[in-house]
């Protein structure tokens, strides 16, 4: 083995420890209340520098973060999209929304960390665009957002925009409470991940396919 590989390899190493830290530290403090300086400390780096020299700024450690879970996530959601086909069941669109994250975060074992990670991210409008990126980046989401629009009934503009950010929002707050609850030994209203999402599924689908209320 080469010296270059050799440093390579550590290089790798390192980068993974500062990823798990930080998506740590930023789930349980948030992002903006957590130094560069913290997240190598926590990564056991004597060099307070490792962050800034391993990924740059703040901001592409969290896309980082997010991309590191991105892929995983988009493997699981490609299956299914290919075991729906042409349905034209809401259910199962937004079954290919939901169970691609619960499934990857039962995937990880317990503790977890990324679903308060993207809880914390979530509140900062700078932050967020980083998650957008990365969902409009993959092509089974969009192919998930296309079947589930051609088997929704119609909705006037104002309300699908407003259903659709209260869906994001029940998707990422379930999780992260979920996620929480189990790091802490609390209890749980599902037992399992699974379930948690066939709970999910239930209520997002109920709240899309609801009457609309009109204004006077």
């Known amino acids: 083995m080469t010296g270059k590989t050799v440093r390579a390899e550590r290089a790798g190493v390192t980068r993974e420890r500062i ?14 209340a957590v130094s560069n300086r913290q997240v190598s400390e926590a990564a056991g780096q004597g060099n307070n520098a490792a962050v800034g020299y391993h990924f740059g700024t703040k901001t592409h450690l969290v896309r980082a973060i997010a991309r590191k879970h991105a892929e995983p996530i988009e493997r699981i959601r490609e299956r299914m999209v290919a075991e729906l086909g042409d349905t034209a069941d809401v259910r199962d669109w937004v079954a290919c929304m939901v169970r691609p994250v619960t499934e990857h975060l039962a995937d990880l074992g317990s503790p977890t960390w990324y679903a308060r990670f993207v809880a914390q991210v979530m509140t900062d409008p700078a932050l967020r665009a980083i998650m957008g990126d990365e969902t409009r980046s993959s092509p089974s989401l969009r192919q998930t957002v296309e079947g589930f629009n051609r088997c929704l009934p119609e909705l006037p503009a104002e309300v699908r925009a407003e259903r659709g950010d209260m869906a994001r929002q029940l998707i990422v707050l379930t999780c992260a409470d979920r996620e929480r609850a189990l790091a802490e030994g609390a209890p749980t209203p599902r037992a399992t991940w699974h379930d948690a999402a066939t709970g999910l599924i239930d209520a997002l689908v109920g709240m899309w396919l609801a009457p609309v209320t009109r204004q006077q």
């Open 19 to 32: 990823l798990a830290a930080a998506e740590q530290l930023f789930a349980e403090h948030g992002v903006l």
